[in-house]
T-cell receptor, first 113, second 112 residues
């Protein structure tokens, strides 16, 4: 039973356009959410996070939106660049859940030049 | 370097062999995690340390898996009597308490 879901295994976007990656979770005890980016043969790299007390967090071209009532978060990349092509993982944790991070299966983003 | 370091990067083991995977976390990071990532999937939690204390080992798939962090810094994940289903990338991550975790490059284990 997946607690963190990324229903799109892959996404292709034209360079310069917006990339929107989606993530849904089922466990209401999660209160901290993260996005990681992974290139082949490398470990995941932290990108951006959001606490459940916020509904938006922005860092340069990356913005994460959180909709707690829908148990949904999304990562927006604007403008998308070819170097953004990677697998993106959504992860969740919670102070009352435990210290570990629960990861989704990932979405492979391809930014086409 | 200042990042999480894992060794070896690649390990080929014969079925039944014991293996030991090492993780050097970022200096000063209290929390250390081990994850297992199968091909095409997200990382799956194995175990968590806070300093030298193993606070959660609920993700270890069997009693063949054992992890330790005796001095609260370097950690070793040991797999005894490896099986083919143990083939995966093993990721180590560290964090300063409950903040974002920083991952190493992983050890790709192939059991033949």
């Amino acid at each position: 039973d997946q607690q963190v879901k990324q229903n799109s295994p892959s996404l292709s976007v034209q360079e310069g356009r917006i990339s929107i990656l989606n993530c849904d979770y089922t466990n209401s005890m999660f209160d901290y959410f993260l996005w990681y980016k992974k290139y082949p043969a490398e470990g995941p790299t932290f990108l951006i996070s959001i606490s459940s007390i916020k509904d938006k967090n922005e860092d340069g071209r990356f913005t994460v939106f959180l909709n707690k009532s829908a148990k949904h978060l999304s990562l927006h990349i604007v403008p998308s660049q070819p170097g953004d092509s990677a697998v993106y993982f959504c992860a969740a944790s919670g102070a009352n859940y435990g210290q570990n991070f629960v990861f989704g299966p990932g979405t492979r983003l391809s930014v086409l030049p | 370097g200042a990042g999480v370091s894992q060794s070896p990067r690649y390990k080929v083991a014969k079925r039944g062999q014991d293996v030991a995977l090492r993780c050097d976390p970022i200096s000063g990071h209290v929390s250390l995690f081990w994850y297992q990532q199968a091909l095409g999937q997200g990382p799956e939690f194995l175990t968590y340390f806070q300093n030298e204390a193993q606070l959660d080992k609920s993700g270890l798939p069997s009693d063949r898996f054992f992890a330790e962090r005796p001095e609260g810094s370097v950690s070793t994940l040991k797999i005894q009597r490896t099986q083919q289903e143990d083939s995966a990338v093993y990721l180590c991550a560290s964090s300063f308490y409950a903040t974002e975790a920083f991952f190493g490059q992983g050890t790709r284990l192939t059991v033949v």
